[in-house]
């Protein structure tokens, strides 16, 4: 496929989804209590289809998280070295679904991708979860997260996030043997 067929963000919609992520980082970093610097050691970016490689782009999904990991020359010299986390924003995607939901907000949408994200990003960072864990896995860590991210953002009076609470609802569901959360 075409890089000029993938449709980016506007200057204005990079503006909003910017808003999104200094709120998602606040919200998220107060959850887990990570302080300025834990929050930087975590090792992230996070960016639109603008700054995506080919290879980062995809189009099933509204973001993805590409671990670049660091590799160890020597374990002993090392030991602080982290992988390091691309949250790769689907500019497309995210435009696309918007067209077809139009009750969707880019403000509060952003806002449940990117916090979604990020506690992906900290979860694996804390070893809480593997990068490369079987598929079941993944999807018991999926929905893990999606009740965390509603959790974290139920606290927000944003009237924008209630069609995005229902957009994921689905992802709510929770079977048995995954309370443990
Ligand atoms: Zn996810």
């Not at 939901?101 to 990117?114: G, Q, T, W």
């Not at 979860?129 to 598929?135: E, K, R, Y």
């Amino acid at each position: 496929m075409l890089m000029e067929s993938f449709e980016c963000f506007s200057p204005k919609d990079i503006g909003i989804v910017n808003n999104s992520v200094a709120m998602a980082e606040e919200l998220v970093s107060n959850h887990f209590k990570l302080s300025a610097t834990q929050l930087m050691n975590l090792n992230y970016d996070i960016k639109t289809l603008a700054d995506l490689t080919k290879e980062e782009i995809v189009s099933d999904h509204f973001a993805q998280v590409i671990r670049y990991a660091v590799k160890k020359k020597n374990d002993f010299l090392d030991t602080s070295a982290k992988d390091f986390y691309k949250i790769c924003l689907q500019d497309h995607s995210i435009i696309k679904t918007m067209n077809q939901k139009r009750n969707l907000d880019l403000f509060a949408f952003a806002l449940y991708i990117v916090a979604h994200e990020l506690i992906h990003v900290i979860r694996f960072q804390k070893f809480l979860q593997h990068f490369d864990a079987p598929c079941h896995e993944k999807n018991d860590e999926e929905i893990r997260v999606h009740l965390k991210t509603h959790e974290i953002l139920s606290k927000v009076r944003l009237a924008g996030l209630n069609p995005v609470f229902k957009f994921y609802e689905k992802w709510r569901t929770v079977p048995a043997g995954l309370e443990n959360l």
